[in-house]
């Protein structure tokens, strides 16, 4: 993409922020971020930051008319979901329909951050996109919302509006927070030499899936002439949290002990990503296994 007006909501965060990166050369990039998690040091300086929330429609305003916009704002934590169900429910439902209401509005092309926790405990496994959706969470159930009003957006007022399933996403700058992604809380745990804290007895999986794949999914999506579908984004490789949780120390080096806790409520049991539609449809191929991309992630640190 090149000599397009962007507008990355979340722009701050964690992947709104690589995004950023990877188009402020050569674009006129917009960010529209209120920073209750993003930071303003995770963004290049040539990004125009528009300080706002999208829960307030009139935010969008603020952007000139985009030719492009990557929907990554949300409220992203299951178990925050779990707490405060109407918050995420504001920032992840009202605040994407601001955002559709924006890209009709400007006639924009709009790619979504959705979610593979749309589809709870799947049947299917590698999940395709076509599995039913039973989300059993708060977000799961405002990610499957986000996801179907997209696609009838597309149907209904010709948006070109793409959502992405994200799988787990790692990578520089995901912070380790109460309800940040478990690969963060690890990394964190093992380089203090503290506890790992492993969920339930660890035998639940996760696709995690690098930045840097996200990206160029979010790349792909952009241009793709296969619009109003939804494309999971992961790698197609499992791994259990026990697993994660030994790995994570022998890369670190760590003495860190594991210990198992509570099992998490609303917590999904086994997530892998059937990707034969994103390959088709996006022409997308993850580049980076975990093994790769945790190296990589300690090296940075
Ligand atoms: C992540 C994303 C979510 C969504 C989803 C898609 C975050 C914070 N959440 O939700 O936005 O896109 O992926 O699958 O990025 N765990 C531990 N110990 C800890 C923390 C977590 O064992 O200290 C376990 C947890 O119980 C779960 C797994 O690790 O089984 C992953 O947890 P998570 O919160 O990183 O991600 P998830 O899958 O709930």
Known sequence: ??????????????????????????????????????????????????????????????????????????????????????RSNAVNVTGTINALEYARDVDARIVLASSTAIYGDAEEIPTPESESKK??????????????????????????????????????????GDYSGVISIFLKQALNNEPITVHGDGSQTRDFVHIDDVVQANLKAATTEHVGEAYNVGTGSEVSIRELAETIRDVTDSDSEIVHTEGRTGDIDRSLADLSKARTGLGYEPTLSLEEGLKALVEHK
């Open 135 to 176: 989300p059993s969470s708060p977000y799961g159930i405002d990610k499957m919302c986000l996801d179907h009003h997209a696609r009838v957006y597309s149907n209904l007022y010709d948006v070109e509006a793409v959502p992405l399933r994200y799988f787990n996403i790692y990578g520089p700058r995901q912070t380790a």
């Open 1 to 86: 993409i090149h000599g397009k007006t962007v507008l990355i909501t979340g722009g701050a965060g964690f992947v709104g922020s690589h995004l950023a990166d990877a188009l402020v050369e050569q674009n006129d990039v917009y960010v529209l971020d209120n920073f209750s998690t993003g930071k303003r040091s995770n963004l290049p300086n040539e990004v125009t930051v528009i300080d706002d929330d999208i829960r307030n429609a009139n935010a969008f305003d603020q952007c000139p008319p985009a030719d492009i916009i990557f929907h990554e704002a949300a409220l992203v934590s299951v178990p925050q979901s779990i707490e405060e169900p109407e």
